[in-house]
């Protein structure tokens, strides 16, 4: 019979409890990496920018638009937009905005359709946020002040530079910081400028590269040669020939 040395030769049971709770505790540290603690990422897109409108004048007439690339509704209200200089806003709605999953939601410096150029704004940040005809930044930015999104759009170096109609990304897939990326719209709207506000956006495939033709090769040197001297010598040939008959 086993003697243990502990009080009372009882078979010790403090080490089985501590495997145990040992164990339990691993495995639940491993459940707690396993579950991702927050929630999906944010998928909300700068899909379009109407920068520099001609319908109307640009402090009437500026919009963008952003899209929602995630599978449930985004509420944007509390979110801040603000370029690489001063332009900063805070989006106060007053309530929820939401961007529904797979929608878009236009963000614009006046919500009156009758005097914006005939754009359907969703939420209007006013007056003291500008969308520079040049080179301008659009940061997005959540609730949290986390950065969400930005474009840095260039005045042509390599992005589009329109007036009168919007940049539109080809893809909300695409990086949209590549100038590359994005098109010029060509849809119109409201008092006829370009643009899709509201809906996708309309870019057109860049034209396939034209294909080589073969060249049709050329006349060698040799060859123009051969074609005199046989010439000649018919020549030469029908004026002996001519000769002889008389
Ligand atoms: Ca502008
Ligand atoms: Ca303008
Ligand atoms: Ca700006
Ligand atoms: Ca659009």
Known sequence: MTKYKNRGGKKP????????????????????????????????????????????????????????????????NGWTIQDNGFDTHLINNGGPLVIPAGGYLVLGNNADSGTNGGVTVDYSYGSSWYLGNSGDEIVLLNGTLNEVDRVEYDGGATFPDPSGASMALSNPALDNNIGGNWCTA????????????GTANDCVPPPEPPVPTPAVPSMTLWGMFAT??????????????????Y
């Open 13 to 76: 049971k403090m080490k089985g409890r501590f495997t145990v709770i040992l164990i339990t505790t691993i495995f639940l540290s491993c459940l707690a990496y396993a579950t991702p603690a927050s929630a999906a990422p944010i998928d909300v897109v700068i899909n379009e920018i109407m920068q520099n409108p001609s319908a109307v004048a640009d402090a009437n007439g500026e919009w963008f638009e952003l899209f929602n690339a995630g599978s449930s509704g985004v509420d944007i």
């Open 228 to 245: 005199v001297a046989v010439l000649g010598l018919l020549l030469v040939y029908m004026q002996l020939r001519k000769r002889n008959a």
């Open 186 to 197: 060509s849809t119109p709207y409201g008092d006829g400028d370009l643009g899709t506000p």
